[in-house]
């Protein structure tokens, strides 16, 4: 089992346009952090990492409680969006491999069936 999990909800017929909207579909028990969590994604891309220990300054900045900034990079990590290195938060590329995962593997299910 892997160390982190969580759970996204995908609707096949919802058009997805912007970040916003997939931090819905992770937040969707709480929809009111996705924009905490798009508020931390944007912080990160700004400062390119985020030291960890910094918590208590970043949970002031983005206006969040201690529970909510926990849930809300806790998700973040869980889902594949961020991972800590050298005690620094960073975007990571583990979501998009698992998506693109995903998606060939039921690719190939799509091209077998139409043959």
């Avoid at 700004?46 to 918590?55: A, D, G, L, V």
């Avoid at 620094?88 to 069936?113: A, V």
Wanted: hydrophobic content about 35%.
């Amino acid at each position: 089992m892997a160390k982190y999990e969580t759970t996204l909800r995908i609707k096949s017929r919802e058009r997805t346009p912007d970040l916003l909207t997939i931090l819905e579909n992770l937040y969707y028990r709480k929809p009111e952090n996705a924009k905490l969590a798009q508020k931390f994604i944007y912080m990160i891309v700004e400062r390119k990492r985020i030291p960890s220990k910094e918590w208590e300054q970043l949970q002031k900045e983005l206006g969040a409680t201690h529970q909510e900034y926990y849930t809300t990079v806790s998700k973040l990590r869980d889902a594949g969006f961020i991972t800590k290195v050298d005690s620094e938060w960073i975007l990571s590329e583990q979501f998009t491999n698992r998506c693109t995962e995903m998606s060939d593997i039921w690719g190939s299910f799509i091209k077998r069936w139409k043959a």
